[in-house]
């Protein structure tokens, strides 16, 4: 089964270390990543969160484009709760304008953090406490309005236009890990990504069934699904669980309210789990994809074959930017070897 490569990024902060640098170190891989021949490169979105710096995805989008020759740049994602509709459109369209036909926007219905950090964000307190998916459908509505499909005759925004004029919004996936993204992206004829790194679901439902109801649009004339997975290819399984370490901890430390920067293998390894903690630690290992190159390859094809993914998109995340950069360098070059050998 044929696929592509892409990458996907939070800009991890690790203890020692600052968040100005881990944006550095970002795009120091979008680099890495153009030179090796990935399909595209995502950011995040993130607020309150020690351990992660990339809270303004479509602030980095720019300096990753203008980084970077050929590879596709977006947004994995926008989460729309957190933004008005006709601002998420101009900065887009202003990002279309600079970089034509390079630019992707990935869109969630989830705020992706906390409700109190949600509710500032969007300067509401009566916000506190919901979900803010509950309001996708008009806002995603208002988006695609504001994008292009105009409003009816009689909508307040009706003679509102978003700036700069007839730039058009660039291809939209919709983000997810339920079928709900799913069966409203093949409705529309939209991109359907699957956040396989952080859910325990197994997407293959959701992703077949994406393709199987999907139905033709000026952007996609056909099913586009991108699977994302939390991938560390080491030297050996030993060295690979060693990376690994850092990012298990932090897990922990985040899913017991207690979210740090990412620490050391030094002393995630050294840590003494209690029993919660390690059942939340194991539970984080058995999302992961980790070892040496010929198992990782083994690995992402087998699920790429299960899902019928058409793009792998890999996140790596580990204490050591060094350690980072040669992981996505032992992937490219292992699914390079294998494509010679096929």
């Known amino acids: 089964m044929e696929f592509k490569l892409s990458v996907l990024d939070v800009s991890p902060v690790s203890s020692g270390s ?54 596709q740049v977006g947004a994995g994602g926008i989460m729309l709760p957190n933004h008005a509709p006709l601002k998420v459109v101009e900065t887009f369209n202003v990002l279309q304008a600079l970089h034509p036909g390079r630019i992707d926007l990935g869109i969630g219905r989830a705020p992706g953090t906390d409700p109190v950090t949600a509710s500032a964000l969007r300067r509401s307190k009566d916000t506190i406490g919901a979900a803010g998916a509950d309001d996708f459908p008009q806002q995603f509505g208002e988006m695609l309005a504001f994008g292009g499909d105009g409003f009816p005759e009689d909508h307040p925004y009706r003679s509102l236009v978003a700036m700069p004029q007839e730039i058009g919004l660039p291809p939209i996936w919709l983000l997810g890990s339920s079928g709900y993204s799913a069966k409203a992206a093949a409705q529309m004829g939209l991109g359907y990504a699957f956040a396989s790194h952080f859910s325990p679901s197994d ?34 399984e030993e060295h690979a669980r060693m990376l690994a370490s850092s990012m298990q901890l932090g897990w922990v430390r985040m899913r017991s309210g207690k979210p740090s920067p990412l620490p050391s293998p030094e002393e995630a390894m050294v840590h003494q789990y209690t029993p919660f903690e ?20 083994g690995r992402i094809e087998e699920i790429a074959e299960h899902t019928g993914a058409d793009e792998i998109m890999v996140t790596t995340n580990v204490y050591d930017h060094g350690e980072r950069l040669r992981s996505y360098e032992r992937l490219a070059e292992v699914f390079e070897a294998a494509s010679l050998r096929s």
């Not at 607020?47 to 809270?55: D, E, M, T, W």
């Not at 390690?278 to 198992?295: F, K, P, V």
């Open 18 to 71: 600052s968040g100005a640098q881990a944006l550095q170190n970002t795009l120091d891989l979008a680099r890495l990543a153009d030179r090796l021949g990935y399909e595209r490169y995502w950011l995040a979105e993130h607020h309150n969160l020690p351990s992660i710096a990339s809270s303004s995805p479509e602030v980095m989008i720019g300096h990753v484009a203008s980084a970077t020759e050929r590879i």
């Open 203 to 236: 997407p293959t439902p959701f992703m077949r069934s994406y393709r199987e109801d999907f139905e033709p649009s000026e952007s996609f004339d056909k099913p586009s699904a991108i699977l994302a997975v939390s991938v560390i290819c080491g030297e050996d």
């Open 278 to 297: 390690r059942q939340l630690a194991d539970a984080y290992l058995s999302m992961q994809i980790m070892g040496d190159t010929e198992s990782v390859r």
